[in-house]
C-alpha cells in the first residue's frame, strides 16, 4: 500500500489469507469516530491502539477494537494475519504461522524462527502480496518486537497496555465507552431500556469489559437492573471491606464477582473449569489439553469434571454464555481475558492458587506429545507453548511436568527455533537451581539441552565451557554410566570436535560407542547417534573410508530400527553418507545421495531448516566436485543467502556456506568475486574458532589460490607456508588437509618460476598420497597433474611423459575422461587448484 489505500476495492472482498483473527463480536457497539481514526491513521503504516491514561489497566476494549476493524476494513486487504504479543520470545512463531500462506515452507518443516524471518522478509518485499494487515496483540515494551514489525507496503496494528508506544508510533488512545455507547451496547446485548441501561453504565464506570459482563448475566438469568444494582452495591462494600488490590477497576470487580456468583449457583464445576483456565497463559487454551490430559489432574473434583465429556463441554458453554471466557468452537479453544484471569487469581488464597496452578502443570504436562523430536509432533507443542511461561512451569518440582518442561527445549532445538529454545532453557536452569539446587539431576540435564543449543548457535567456546563443568558435575551426582551421562558426553565430542580437538573427539565417541550400546541398546536411537558422530570424527581425522562405511551402517540400521528415528537424526546420517561418499572420490554418486537427502530434508524438516541447509552446502560442493558447475553455483548463492538472513553472517555454517560459494565462483572463473568472500570467510573464521583452528587454515589455503590466480603467487606462499605449518602441527602431513595445502603451495613455487621446489614438493606429496589413497583418487590425480607439468619445466621430459601416463589410467578409472578436471589436465595441461570445504562438526 505504501502508505495509501487503494480507491477502488470490491465490497465484501474476502482477503486471500485471514488468520487467527478472533471472531467478530456481534454486540460490538459505537467507537465509529475511534475506527475512522485508525482507518485513517493506518497510512503512516504503524499504529497502537492503547488505553487512555486514566484507564490504562485493561477491559476499556483496545483488542476488540482492532478486531472490529480487522473485520470492518478487511476488503482492503489480502491478507490478514492476527499475532498474541504479550510473550515476545513467541511472537515469532506466530509469524511463522503465516508462512505457508506466502508459499514459504511451514514453521513445522523448518523452524519457528526460519519460518518468521521467511514471513518477515516475503512482507516487507511485498511479495507474493502488498496489501497486508498485522495487529500485534497487547504487546509490551516497543523493543521487544521492534525487530519483528515490517516495514513495507503494507500496515499495522498494535494493542498495548503500555503508554511508551507514544512517540514511537501514532497511537490511538482507548478510552471506555461514552454514555451513549454504554446506553447502545446494553440496549442490544440485554434489551434493556434506555434509562435502566444509563443507569446500569453510570454505576459500572462505563467499562466496556464490566458492562459486557452484566449484559450477559441479565441475559442469561433475567436478572433486574434494580436487583443487578443493589447486588452490585453490596459486592462493591463487601470487595472494599476486604481491601482488595487498588490495580484493578472496581466496576469490573464487583461485575465479575457477580457474574461468578451467578455462575457458581447454577453451575459449580464451571467456575472450577474457570478458574484452572486463570492460571494458564491468556492466549487460547485448546480444549484438547482437558480431554487429553484429565485424568492427570491430582485433585479428584477436578479429575472428575475433566473426565466427563458432557459436564466438561456443559462447564465451557455456561463459561461463555457468562461473558467469562471467548469460546471459538471453530479453533475449539478457550479465552480468558488476561484482567478476568487476574481477578479469579486475586480471590484464591496462596494454598488455592498453588493448588489450582499445579493442576494447570499436570494437565499440559499431559496433553504433550512425548516425542518432541518427531515432526509429527510440532503443532501440538506450538499449540502448548504460549502458556510454558505464564502458568509458571519453571516453578514446578513435579517429575512430570520437568519432563514435559525439557520436551518443550527439545522441540524449540529440533524444530529450528535456537533463540526461543535458548530462553526458554536459561530460565528452566535459573529456576530449577533456585529451588532444588544447582546440582540437581534436573537442574543439569537442562544445562545438558542449553549446551547443546549454545552449539548450534555457533558459540563453540561457550558450549564447551558450560558441557565441560556440566558433564564433571553430572558424573559425580549421576555416576559414569547413567545415561544422562552419557548424552552430555556425546554433546561434549562434539564440543572438541568444534575446538578443533579431532583426535580426542574420536576417542571419546569409540568409548562411548560400546557405553551407549550397552545402556541404550545397539538399535536405540542414542545409539545410532554416537555411531554417526563417529563416522563424523573419522572424516576429520582423514579416515574416508571408515567413515562412509559407518555411515551407511547407521543409515541403514536407522531404517531397520524398530524405535521411532527422529527425521533430523535420518538427514542427518543420509547427508553424512553423501559427504563421505564424495570425500572417497565418487562425486557422482554423492551428487544422487545428496540430493535424495536434500529432498528428503525439504519435506521433512523444510528448506530453510538448518539441518536442511547443511544438506544443500554438501549438495553444492558434490556438483561442484562432479563438475556441474552451474547448479553448484545456483545451490550455493541459495543456501548462502538463507543463512544469511536467517544465521546471520557470522554463524559458523554461514561462513561455511561463503567458503563454498567462494570456491564454485572461482571454479566458474569469477575471482574479484571470490577472493572477496574468501578474505571474509578466513577472518570470521578466526573469529569463530581462533587462528589455530585447521578450519581456519584451510580457508587460509582457498585464499592463497586467489591471491596466486590474482598475480600475487608471493603472497599465496606465504599464506600456505603459514597454514602448512599449523596443519602439521594439528593434524600431521598425512592429513588430507596438510596434502591439499602442499599441492598448492608447490604450485606457488611454480608461479614464482621456482620448478625444482614445486617438483621436490610434488614428489613428497605424491609417494605420501600413495601410501593412503588409491590411484584414481582425484587429489592424487591433482597432485600427478601439477607435478607432469613441474616435472616437465624442470627438463625431464620422459619422466614428465611417465606421469601423465599414469595420471590419464587415474582419470580413466576414477572421474572419467570426460570430467572437466580430466578434460583441463589431459588436454590443455592445466594445473589443478585443491580447495578446501569445512565440513559440519
Known amino acids: 500500500m505504501s502508505g495509501s489505500r487503494p480507491e477502488k476495492v470490491r465490497a465484501g472482498r474476502i482477503p486471500e489469507i485471514w488468520g487467527k483473527i478472533p471472531p467478530r463480536n456481534v454486540n460490538f457497539t459505537g467507537r465509529s469516530i475511534l475506527l475512522e481514526r485508525l482507518h485513517a491513521g493506518l497510512s503512516t503504516e504503524v499504529t497502537a491502539v492503547v488505553p487512555h491514561a486514566l484507564h490504562g489497566l485493561g477491559g476499556v476494549g483496545k483488542t476488540q477494537l482492532a478486531v472490529e476493524y480487522a473485520h470492518r476494513f478487511r476488503s482492503e486487504y489480502d491478507v490478514v494475519w492476527w499475532i498474541p504479543a504479550d510473550q515476545p520470545v513467541l511472537v515469532k512463531s506466530s509469524l511463522a504461522g ?59 496494528i498494535i494493542t498495548s497496555r503500555n503508554h511508551r508506544w507514544q512517540g ?14 454504554s446506553v447502545e451496547f446494553l440496549s442490544r446485548r440485554a434489551s434493556l431500556s434506555d434509562s435502566d441501561a444509563d443507569r446500569l453504565a453510570e454505576q459500572l464506570g462505563d467499562l466496556p469489559l464490566a458492562l459486557e459482563q452484566a449484559g450477559a448475566l441479565h441475559v442469561e438469568t433475567g436478572i433486574s437492573v434494580d436487583d443487578y444494582l443493589r447486588l452490585l452495591k453490596e459486592q462493591t462494600s463487601a470487595l472494599l471491606s476486604e481491601s482488595k488490590p487498588s490495580e484493578y477497576p472496581m466496576p469490573m470487580t464487583a461485575a465479575w464477582a457477580l457474574s461468578v456468583g451467578q455462575l457458581r449457583s447454577k453451575l459449580p464445576e464451571a467456575v472450577d473449569v474457570l478458574r ?15 480431554r487429553r490430559a484429565g485424568h492427570q489432574a491430582s485433585d479428584l473434583r477436578l479429575s472428575g469434571i475433566f473426565g466427563d465429556t458432557i459436564l466438561l463441554t456443559r462447564a465451557i458453554r455456561e463459561l461463555g454464555r457468562f461473558a467469562l471466557a471467548a ?86 532445538y529440533r524444530s529450528g527455533s535456537y533463540q526461543s529454545a535458548r530462553s526458554f532453557a536459561e530460565q528452566f536452569v535459573r529456576r530449577w537451581a533456585e529451588v532444588s539446587g544447582p546440582d540437581h539431576p534436573d537442574v543439569l540435564i537442562a544445562q545438558r539441552h542449553l549446551g547443546g543449543i549454545i552449539r548450534e548457535l555457533g558459540e563453540y567456546r561457550a558450549a564447551y565451557d558450560l558441557d ?40 571419546l565417541d569409540e568409548r562411548l560407542q560400546s557405553q551407549h550400546t550397552t545402556a541404550f541398546g545397539e538399535q536405540a536411537a542414542a545409539t545410532l547417534q554416537i555411531m554417526n558422530n563417529l563416522a563424523i570424527d573419522y572424516g576429520l581425522n582423514g579416515d574416508y573410508q571408515a567413515a562412509r562405511s559407518l555411515h551407511d551402517t547407521v543409515h541403514r540400521k536407522q531404517s531397520e530400527s524398530e524405535e521411532r528415528i527422529g527425521e533430523a537424526d535420518v538427514l542427518n546420517s543420509w547427508n553424512g553418507l553423501a559427504r563421505a561418499v564424495r570425500l572417497t572420490g565418487d562425486s557422482r554418486e554423492a551428487v544422487d545421495l545428496g540430493e535424495d537427502a536434500y529432498a528428503y530434508g525439504v519435506q521433512e524438516l523444510g528448506a530453510e531448516h538448518l539441518w536442511t541447509l547443511r544438506t544443500a552446502r554438501d549438495l553444492s560442493i558434490a556438483k561442484r566436485r562432479a563438475g556441474d558447475l552451474d547448479g553448484s553455483l545456483e545451490l550455493a548463492k541459495d543456501v548462502h543467502s538463507r543463512l544469511q538472513r536467517i544465521m546471520g553472517d557470522h554463524h559458523p555454517e554461514t561462513v561455511a556456506a561463503a567458503s563454498n560459494l567462494s570456491n564454485v565462483l572461482r571454479a566458474t572463473g569469477d575471482i574479484a568475486a571470490a577472493y572477496a ?8 573464521y578466526e573469529a569463530v574458532y581462533g587462528e589455530n583452528h585447521p578450519y581456519v587454515y584451510g580457508c587460509a589455503t582457498n585464499l592463497a589460490i586467489l591471491q596466486r590466480l590474482r598475480g600475487d603467487p608471493e603472497a599465496a606462499r606465504r599464506s600456505n607456508e603459514r597454514a602448512l605449518i599449523g596443519l602439521d602441527e594439528r593434524l600431521g602431513r598425512d592429513h588430507h588437509y596438510a596434502l591439499t ?24 606429496t605424491m609417494t605420501r598420497l600413495r601410501r593412503i589413497v588409491t590411484r584414481e583418487y582425484p587429489l592424487l590425480l591433482a597432485c600427478l597433474t601439477n607435478l607432469v607439468l613441474d616435472t616437465r619445466a624442470s627438463g625431464r621430459t ?17 572421474m572419467g575422461t570426460d570430467h572437466p578436471d580430466a578434460r583441463l589436465a589431459l588436454e590443455q595441461d592445466a594445473r589443478m587448484d585443491c580447495d578446501f570445504d569445512p565440513p559440519p562438526i
Open 98 to 156: 503465516l508462512a505457508p500462506h506466502l508459499g514459504l515452507q511451514a514453521a513445522t518443516r523448518s523452524g519457528a524462527e526460519d519460518a518468521a524471518d521467511a514471513v518477515l522478509d516475503a512482507l516487507r518485499r511485498g511479495e507474493p502480496y502488498d496489501r497486508w494487515l498485522l495487529v500485534f496483540d497487547n504487546a509490551d515494551q516497543p523493543e521487544e518486537i521492534s525487530d519483528l514489525i515490517p516495514r513495507g507496503p503494507g500496515q499495522v
Open 798 to 814: 620422459e619422466e614428465a611423459d611417465a606421469l601423465h601416463a599414469e595420471a590419464q589410467r587415474g582419470y580413466a578409472e576414477g
Open 168 to 181: 514511537i508510533v501514532d497511537t490511538v488512545p482507548v478510552d471506555v465507552f461514552r454514555r451513549e455507547e
Open 327 to 412: 469460546i471459538d468452537s471453530q479453533a475449539r479453544t478457550i479465552q480468558v481475558h488476561r484482567l478476568v484471569q487476574a481477578l479469579l487469581r486475586d480471590e484464591l488464597d496462596e494454598d488455592e492458587r498453588s493448588r489450582y496452578r499445579h493442576e494447570v502443570h499436570l494437565l499440559l504436562a499431559g496433553a504433550a506429545p512425548r516425542t518432541p523430536d518427531e515432526t509429527a509432533s510440532w503443532q501440538r507443542y506450538n499449540e502448548l507453548i504460549a502458556h510454558i511461561l505464564p502458568s509458571q512451569v519453571e516453578d514446578c518440582p513435579d517429575p512430570a511436568v520437568r519432563g514435559m518442561a525439557r520436551d518443550v527445549i527439545y522441540y524449540l
Open 468 to 507: 565441560s563443568a556440566t558433564l564433571t558435575k553430572m558424573t559425580e551426582v549421576l555416576g559414569p554410566e547413567h545415561r544422562e551421562t552419557l548424552v552430555l558426553s556425546s554433546g561434549f565430542a562434539a564440543d572438541l570436535r568444534a575446538m578443533g580437538d579431532w583426535s580426542a573427539a574420536q576417542q
Open 677 to 684: 568472500i574468501a578474505e571474509q570467510a578466513v577472518a570470521m
Open 276 to 290: 484452572c483456565c486463570a492460571f494458564f497463559g491468556p492466549e487460547p487454551i485448546p480444549r484438547d489439553v482437558f
Open 741 to 764: 595445502c602442499a599441492i598448492n603451495l608447490a604450485s606457488d613455487h611454480a608461479a614464482l618460476g621456482e620448478y625444482e621446489s614445486a617438483r621436490q614438493s610434488g614428489i613428497e
